[in-house]
């Protein structure tokens, strides 16, 4: 009997990397992965209490499986980022509920639920056999929305360590990548900061830096493999190593690192990270990403919100003029790279001249991209407790208002692109038929017309031609061999 699996997957990128970790243990117990979760008897979703919204998709999930059970052998699990509030109604509705740190404990997990595992059925002899049935994980990235993080409290009297007590054999699980050419790499699990709209510290606990040494190798393999655009993860990557200070590199060390690896090496690769703290941004990593080629003139720098009295109510503990410094930085010393933000409308207590001074900053920033989110308190956290004082048709009205405002500025941005050409990384099949769509370093799509897929994971040269708010148009120039021409 052929064992199906399906996951569904909801929140971050962390929770793209966390979900390629269990599809490697499932598939190493012999289930088999399957798109229609129909087929599937073991059915799993990595959660995000990050947003009520993906909570209430959880619920929806959940309750359909529940119903199949009445007419099929079915087992549920559910991880992720979840608060201690949710999980309490998670274990009424799932059959295992779990932290992704305990994943290496997972197949046990299965087994002792009853379920002979097609690997187990050769060699295990522990009676577990009076259930059988078909499992099967679906991850699909072409599918997945990213959900920002940056929309919730957290409980206050809720232990923050927990869930990292067995973070390190959960790094040691190799993730089944969901691409050939593009990989995450987690180099740090939970937060410290303690933001008051914000569940990571509760649902991932603190900061736990993943030793360099194991990193690196990571990348190496990942390289050495072909994979062309790589992506540095953890909640405050910039912290990296503060927890094991003068045992472990500091984040621009790692940086140097990986930089002085990209020189040696005659592979061709991008290397990116997500997300930096405005808090622990330096010069110094700004300084390191200007000297390597391989490290990606792209930065994510989370703003969500212009206002001071704003950020201190979030407790983001830096105020617009430090955060306005790091800007001035990234335009000093990587005056080519594109800046990417994240921002929270309608939080408790947003005023109008408050809104108006976030809409300033976009002005002034002028961001390629920014993650716009209305703000929706979750059940336990710190904001939670505050009342949710914006209506929601205001929080509507501000979220267009940036949009337009960002748009606006995208567009200016694409407009310069237009007669120039570019080194891009071919992604995949564009929705424009007869199109490929590609990624520049700065992470701006470029769509060109070509039918032929074998470039797909492969970086080419593409003239711009046109130019819309979030993206733009060109012509294939040629295939490259990206190290020859960087290096001319």
Known sequence: MQLKYHIVQLGC?????????????????????TEQEEEAQLLGVIACSVRQKGIDKVYSKVNKWNKWKDHKSLITFVSGCVLPADREQFLKLFDMVFPMSELPSFPDMIRQYGIVTPAGIRHLDEGIDDLIQEHETNINPAAFKLVPLQETGAPLNIPVTESNKHIDDFWHIKPKYGSGFEAYIPIQNGCNKFCTYCAVPYTRGREVSRPSSEIMKELKELVDNGFKSITLLGQNVNSYGLDRKGKELSFAELLKQIGEFGEKSDKDFWVYFTSPHPRDMGDDVLEVIASYTCLAKQIHIPVQSGDDNVLERMNRNHSIEKYRNIIHSIWRLLPEATV???????????????????????????????????????????????????????????????????????????????????????????????????????????RFASEDKSLIGQFVQVRITSAAPFSTEGELVKVIDYISEINT
Not at 13 to 33: A, C, H, P, T
Not at 344 to 352: H, N
Not at 380 to 405: C, F, M, N, Q
Not at 437 to 444: D, K, Q
């Open 13 to 33: 990128q962390m929770n793209i990397s966390d979900g390629e970790r269990v599809q490697k243990v499932l598939d190493e117990l012999g289930f088999v992965y």
């Open 340 to 446: 990417f933000t994240d921002i929270i409308v309608g939080f408790t207590g947003e005023t109008d001249e408050e809104f108006e001074n976030t809409r300033k900053v976009m002005e002034e920033f002028k961001y390629n991209m920014a993650y716009i989110a209305q703000y929706s308190p979750r059940p336990g956290a710190v904001s939670s407790k505050w009342a949710d004082d914006i209506p929601k048709e205001v929080k509507k009205e501000r979220y267009h208002k940036l949009t337009g405002e960002l748009m606006k500025h995208s567009l200016a941005y694409n407009k310069g692109l237009i007669g120039k050409t570019f080194n891009v990384l071919v992604r995949g099949e564009d929705r424009k038929t007869g199109y490929l769509s590609a990624l520049t370093e700065g992470r701006i799509i470029v």
